[in-house]
């Protein structure tokens, strides 16, 4: 399973890059404007600096919501690095783009997915990844990881090569299940990543071993 990191913060990216665990990294609009990258020239400049942060695919995000447009961005976006997976949402017009894209040769990540429906009709187009959003499934009390099972499973019987990208995974626990659900990448924010590491039993008993380590190699 690849970890790509959900941010657009350039110390978060590099602190899980740092890890050596990094596989890419995805981006939307709303984690953009939380940096504060404004401007289309900021924000195609900001795209290129994690491109060459990071040797691994970075999703782009298209603001527009009509085919023409879509693909106008998407040409620029894909341009700027051979790393660009161009973001696309899941409606009507994103589909023809996703279909346009992979025919093009250009690689798509459909996003704002919440249903099996709908990961059918983003594969039929060859999108390369589909982000189905776990958290805010849970958030209205559906049941995130299962849509992740389902579509593992139709993924599987019909041999669709699109991967799921197990998206708004926001705790370790989401990374766990979204590994036995059969996710092919999940993307979630550093403190997710970290917190995989924790566990008080490390903690105590590497205190332990130190302790007892320095106990017999005194004076
Ligand atoms: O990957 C999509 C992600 O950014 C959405 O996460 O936590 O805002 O639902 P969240």
Redesign the pocket.
């Known amino acids: 399973m690849k970890f790509f990191i ?1 941010t657009a913060n350039l110390a978060q990216i590099q602190e899980a890059h740092d890890l050596g665990i990094l596989d890419g990294v ?1 981006t ?1 609009p709303s ?1 953009m404007a939380k940096e504060g990258i404004v401007g289309d020239a900021a924000v195609l400049q900001h795209y290129k600096t994690i491109c060459e942060m990071v040797d691994g695919d970075v999703s782009a995000e298209v603001i527009s919501t009509d085919f023409a447009g879509m693909v106008a961005e998407g040409e620029k976006l894909a341009a700027l690095h051979k790393n660009i997976v161009v973001k696309v949402p899941m409606i009507k017009e994103g589909i023809k783009a996703i279909a346009h894209f992979t025919k093009a040769g250009i690689r798509t990540n459909c996003t704002l997915v919440f249903s099996a429906g709908q990961a059918i009709l983003a594969a039929k187009a060859g999108a390369t990844y589909l ?1 189905p ?1 776990i ?2 499934l849970d958030d209205i009390n559906w049941d995130g990881m299962q849509l992740i099972e389902d579509i593992s499973d139709i993924y599987t019987i019909q041999g669709f090569q699109t991967q799921i990208l197990a ?2 995974v ?1 705790t370790p626990l989401h990374i766990v299940q979204a590994a036995k659900a059969g996710a092919d990448v999940v ?1 979630c924010p550093l403190s997710a990543i970290t917190g995989l590491l924790k566990h008080p039993l490390t903690d105590n008993g590497l205190a332990q071993f130190l302790a007892d380590h320095a106990k017999a190699n005194q004076g």
């Open positions: 959900d995805t939307n984690l982000s959003f958290g805010r998206a708004s926001r993307t």
